[in-house]
């Protein structure tokens, strides 16, 4: 059974920094592309980041601010969140997809984690 589970998220001011974990288990980890989507309320999830053999890739929303890393020993990959801004508060969801590609659509993730609330005050 594959699991995901995030965690590190909460409340930081605007400027501020968090950095987002998801353990995952189940699944043998090196053969999935890693991403992270979020979701604010009343808006469609969204691409943020993922990260395959080849580096990671990000949304133009968060490039510079945002770094995206992978543990394969400890089957873990992480989000870097720096100059946080309010616009940024939503549910990340970590999510993983068999394979190699460049994934940015949510239908081409297999598994899914219950998500972790950021909260960015101005």
């Known amino acids: 059974q594959v699991q995901l589970v995030e965690s590190g998220g909460g409340l930081v001011q605007a400027g501020g920094s968090l950095r987002l974990s998801c353990a995952a288990s189940?699944?043998?980890?090196?053969?999935?592309?890693m991403g992270w989507f979020r979701q604010a309320p009343g808006k469609e999830r969204e691409f943020v980041a993922a990260?395959?053999?080849?580096?990671?890739y990000y949304t133009d929303s968060v490039k510079g601010r945002f770094t995206i890393s992978r543990d394969n020993g400890k089957n873990t990959v992480y989000l870097q969140m720096n100059s946080l801004k309010p616009e940024d508060t939503a549910v990340y969801y970590c999510?993983?997809?068999?394979?190699?590609?460049?994934?940015?659509?949510?239908?081409?993730?297999?598994?899914w984690g219950q998500g972790t609330q950021v909260t960015v005050s101005s």
């Open positions: 990260i395959n053999w080849n580096g990671g």
């Open positions: 999510a993983a997809a068999r394979g190699y590609r460049e994934y940015v659509l949510a239908g081409e993730y297999d598994y």
């Open positions: 189940g699944l043998t980890f090196g053969s999935y592309t």
